[in-house]
């Protein structure tokens, strides 16, 4: 079946035996691409692998699906969407059993159009990593230099292959468990941390003593992504990932579309300024001057085009309330030499990592409030404060920040007309600058196509 004609979304490679999908793949990818084609939505029909003829997809049956693929956890509300999508589908209860734990074991990554593909051992340790976390962003940089890490330097690898005997001794992984587990109360960690590292040692052994160690793998396949430098970005597995490459495993990848496998990374349901209005970032995603994801902010590229290249080309940016760290990226692209970006939510500062195994950049992150002041290792140049001020309780924490990071000039944003602005004036009018230059009105957002954010540029005064 032909995925040109628009009504019709189907995978376009049937199961087979060497691709070991299996007999339900088309069905279940199809309906995951549908949810993320808006344009006929109305005129969607699936391929039932039962009747083998074509099945209406309603509204109601996409959104059962989304809840059904959108769950971390398999419970009576996911088991009962999917059940539903089963019978309009004419499942046998066999059937439908079958097509549930399959989907289940491909992940919630899944509902795409995608290719597959065998990795080796070797292919697996050079793919990078794309699921961070805020609590070990700093452990992560610090042992990586960076954040565009292979799997072959994250510490499962290391405890695999050297501390699976005397798992609670010191090591690497012992000290990376310990800074994820930073926010379970003193008290419970210890105990926390014994049964994390005793369950990863068993999953260790699940792989090293079955019958077919290799058939065990085929189950878990990689969700991938091509990065525009040719190397690969992983969004899941990653620990079993480390076991295959102990073991000398090769794993099946499925290689998602650029575009699915960023708006995998980027998904935050739950943040206002994440992906909970319309399914849309805030911020596009971009790259070399091409849209790959729209965004409520779609001018990234035109905003940065209002800076003089003397503070961007080769400096250092700090961007205070980064979002999902998109004018890092784009600052780096355009010729800054580093960026680093501060945001108050941890599930935006997950998302902005997450995409430097993607994007591949000089750019780092951290979870901050901007209510407080705060304290830097290295200068900054640039100073990046973007429609921020109207989040904050006042303007005095973040004037400190902005001195104690050394900066020369910051460029400000304001809200949009209708919205508070914060302490504005006390800003504007702050000791801290010696000259602030009105440069011209920012693009609203993409709902209203309104002009009416100020950009500011601020001069710091020196000594």
């Known amino acids: 079946m ?55 997809i309603t509204t109601e049956q996409i959104s059962l699906w989304t809840l059904f693929v959108g769950g971390a956890s398999v419970d009576a509300v996911w088991r009962g969407a ?78 695999f292959q050297n501390h699976r005997d005397q798992p609670h001794q010191t090591h690497r992984l012992d000290r ?80 998602l579309q650029t575009e699915d496998f960023l708006g995998e990374i980027i998904a935050a349901p739950e943040d206002f300024f994440g992906t909970l209005r319309d399914n849309q970032p805030y911020q596009s995603i971009f790259h070399d001057g091409v849209e790959l994801i729209h965004g409520r902010r779609p001018d990234l590229y035109e905003r940065l085009g209002m800076i003089r290249k003397e503070d961007l080309q080769g400096k250092a940016i700090l961007d205070l309330g980064c979002n999902i760290g998109m004018n890092c990226y784009l600052a780096v692209e355009l010729g800054a030499a580093r960026a680093f970006g501060a945001e108050y939510s941890e599930n935006l500062v997950n998302v902005a990592a997450g995409l430097n195994g993607w994007f591949g950049r000089n750019c780092r992150f951290r979870q901050a409030d901007l209510n407080e002041p705060l304290l830097f290792k290295e200068p900054y140049d640039t100073v990046f404060m973007f429609a921020v001020l109207g989040h904050l309780k006042s303007s005095v ?17 304001t809200h949009r007309r209708v919205q508070y ?42 000594g």
């Open 82 to 159: 999917f059940h539903q999508l089963a019978k309009a589908w004419s499942f046998s209860q066999d059937q439908a059993h079958a097509f549930f734990e399959e989907t289940l074991s491909l992940g919630v990554a899944n509902g795409f159009l995608v290719e597959e593909t065998i990795l080796s051992p070797e292919a697996v340790a050079e793919l990078r990593f794309c699921n961070h976390k805020v609590e070990v962003l700093s452990f992560l940089e610090e042992e990586n230099d960076g954040i565009d890490i292979p799997l072959r330097r994250l510490p499962h690898l290391d405890f």
């Open 2 to 56: 032909s995925t040109n004609d628009p009504t019709i979304l189907a995978a376009s490679r049937p199961a087979t035996a060497e691709s070991t999908t299996g007999q339900f793949s088309h069905s279940y990818l199809a309906i995951g691409h549908a949810f993320r084609t808006e344009a006929h939505r109305d005129q969607l029909v699936c391929y039932s692998p039962v009747t083998r003829t074509k099945v209406p």
């Open 397 to 413: 924490g973040i004037l400190q920040t902005i001195k104690n990071s050394g900066a020369g000039v910051v460029y400000f944003e």
């Open 176 to 255: 990376y468990v310990t800074q994820l587990l930073a926010h379970v109360p003193d008290e419970e960690r210890p105990a926390q941390k014994k049964r994390l590292i005793d369950q990863l040692v068993g999953l260790y052994q699940a792989f090293a003593t079955a019958k077919d160690p290799q058939a065990k793998m085929n189950q878990y396949p990689l969700f991938v992504g091509r990065r525009p430098d040719g190397a690969m970005a992983v969004l899941n597995r990653t620990t079993i990932a480390a076991i295959a490459q102990v073991l000398g495993l090769n794993m099946r990848a499925q290689i």
């Open 421 to 462: 602005q914060g302490d504005l004036e006390a800003f504007l009018n702050a000791d801290l600058f010696e000259s602030t230059e009105f440069i011209d009105y920012s693009f609203d957002n993409s709902v209203t196509n309104e002009r009416t954010r100020r950009l500011y540029r601020c001069v710091v005064k020196r």
